[in-house]
């Protein structure tokens, strides 16, 4: 957890900007916004499709919505996004934008030009060409195969990490974090947490404890355990869980971790 300045004013503690949703797909950005929320940062800000505007609104009273030009991300959007991501402290781009060939095209963009610490989700973990100077790219043990070619064990995981120049979170029943310098191994967690969108609320976890200042490295490490933490409680109580009982769990485990 972050020791806030008592002198802090507001929008000191974090500004974070999620890129996300598509058509199809209006519940991960969402959940990645609350997941920043639950974190603590004092500026949520979710850019997403048009057709979703009033849904998100009903997750938070906090929530500052803006939206694409229409229902998916595409190269229309990137220069506002990019003049609008000046004024954040990390941005979350990936949670549900889909995989159509235009939005494909605008997120290489977005990869090569963003100038804040970014951390890369779910599809768009696919299309890094160029990268922002801070990034962390998050696959699950599935997506890293598919993404390096190789498995994902705790020496490839941090071979590609050095050899991209990011941190990377590799998920699975053991989570893999490394940089080129670093590798850490995270055990919280349990197969309850395989639910959709628990993914989502991870990134916008780890996105809005980088915006208080935290490293790329030790965010990963601390979000994955804080929400693997909340998994296992959850587990001793009920005999499911859902990725947004995931994210209103975050406050109390940060308040243990203090």
């Not at 963009?109 to 768009?124: F, G, M, R, V």
């Not at 979170?169 to 974090?177: F, R, Y």
């Not at 639910?195 to 030790?218: H, R, Y």
Request: aromatic share 6%.
């Amino acid at each position: 957890m972050i020791n806030r300045n008592p002198d802090s004013h507001k929008g000191d503690n974090g500004k974070v900007l999620i890129i996300g949703g598509s058509d199809h797909f209006h519940g991960a950005p969402i959940l990645s916004a609350l997941g920043a929320e639950y974190s603590g940062v004092d500026f949520i800000f979710p850019i997403i499709p048009k057709c979703h505007i009033e849904t998100a609104k009903k997750y938070s009273l906090n929530f500052i919505i803006q939206s694409f030009s229409g229902d998916i991300l595409t190269s229309k959007d990137v220069k506002s996004i990019l003049n609008f991501s000046s004024q954040v402290d990390a941005v979350i781009i990936g949670p549900g934008l889909g995989s159509s060939p235009k939005t494909k095209k605008a997120i290489k963009t977005l990869l090569a030009e963003l100038q804040k610490p970014t951390i890369i989700d779910s599809s768009a973990i696919f299309y890094t060409n160029l990268l922002p100077k801070k990034t962390i790219i998050t696959p699950h043990h599935g997506e890293f195969k598919r993404f390096t070619g190789d498995d994902p064990t705790p020496e490839n995981v941090q071979k590609w990490a050095k050899s991209l120049g990011v941190t990377i979170l590799c998920k699975g029943a053991e989570d893999i974090i490394a940089n080129k310098d670093e590798i850490a191994i995270n055990d919280t967690g349990n197969a309850l947490m395989t639910v959709g969108g628990s993914g989502d609320v991870l990134s916008g976890l780890i996105g809005g404890l980088v915006a208080q200042g935290m490293s790329p490295f030790e965010a990963s490490k601390l979000g994955v355990k804080i929400l693997g933490q909340v998994g296992d409680n959850l587990s001793d109580l009920y005999g499911s869980i859902r990725a947004i009982d995931l994210a209103e769990g975050i406050p109390a485990a940060l308040h243990d971790n203090k």
